[in-house]
């Protein structure tokens, strides 16, 4: 159980263009979702926490009107990279806790996207 | 400043050996930390959660240590092998929020 899934994997877009992610929870409900970015050899940046209903909080430094994060329902965060540039390419993981567990609970993962703008 | 600081470098290691990885942190007084396991392109999956009252917990081939005087969690693995090859994460919890440390490449080999 307990299963995120991240679509698409891949995605190569050209600079200036938008680029959305999408983030579900196939088995639970998750009130809150966490984006994370990743560069090679690198640890996981915490880049916005996405809450059902309401608006993201996002972590200093990371531009809210260039990464915009949407929690429609219980099982869908979205993240949107809008006018991407090359510096934009990265690993974007998404992430989840099932609602109800707390912040004890760990988090389940999706697999991420790779985004490569050129 | 606040840190988590792993390993950097590779640990490289014989099948059947004991893996020992490090995660070091500062300026955080964390109610628990959790240990990841990331493999290439993927996300990271869950292996362990570990509270600040608890010495050691073990599931399996691993046990996790959480000593909160030395600030510092060691993550074991038993009777390694080959498939015990990935990245390893530290995480610690910080207002709700998950920060993890940079990882630790481990590669067991044959």
């Known amino acids: 159980g307990a299963v995120v899934s991240q679509h698409p994997s891949r995605v190569i877009c050209k600079s200036g263009t938008s680029v959305k992610i999408e983030c579900r929870s196939l088995?639970?409900?998750?009130?809150?979702m966490f984006w994370y970015r990743q560069f090679p050899k690198q640890s996981l940046m915490l880049m916005a926490t996405?809450?059902?209903?309401?608006?993201?909080?996002?972590e200093q430094g990371v531009e809210k009107d260039k990464f915009l994060i949407n929690h429609a329902s219980l099982t869908l965060s979205t993240l949107t990279v809008t006018s991407a540039h090359p510096e934009d390419s990265s690993f974007y993981i998404c992430?989840?806790?099932?609602?109800?567990?707390?912040?004890?609970?760990?988090?389940?993962f999706g697999n991420g996207t790779r985004l490569t703008v050129t | 400043s606040q840190k988590i600081e792993q390993n950097s470098e590779a640990l490289n290691i014989q099948e059947g050996k004991t893996a020992t990885l490090t995660c070091n942190y500062t300026?955080?007084?964390?109610?628990?930390l959790q240990w990841y396991r990331q493999d290439p392109g993927r996300g990271p999956v869950f292996l362990l959660l570990?509270?600040?009252?608890?010495k050691e917990k073990r599931k399996e081939r691993l046990k996790v240590t959480f000593d909160t005087t030395l600030k510092q969690s060691l993550f074991h693995i038993t009777a390694s092998q080959p498939a015990d090859s990935a990245t390893y994460l530290c995480?610690?919890?910080?207002?709700?929020?998950?920060?993890f440390g940079q990882g630790t490449e481990l590669s067991v080999k044959p």
């Open positions: 992430s989840a806790r099932v609602t109800g567990q707390g912040g004890v609970s760990p988090l389940h």
């Open positions: 088995d639970f409900q998750a009130t809150t």
């Open positions: 996405s809450n059902e209903g309401s608006k993201a909080t996002y």
């Open positions: 300026n955080y007084s964390p109610a628990y």
């Open positions: 570990i509270r600040e009252n608890e």
């Open positions: 995480a610690l919890n910080q207002g709700g929020k998950l920060i």
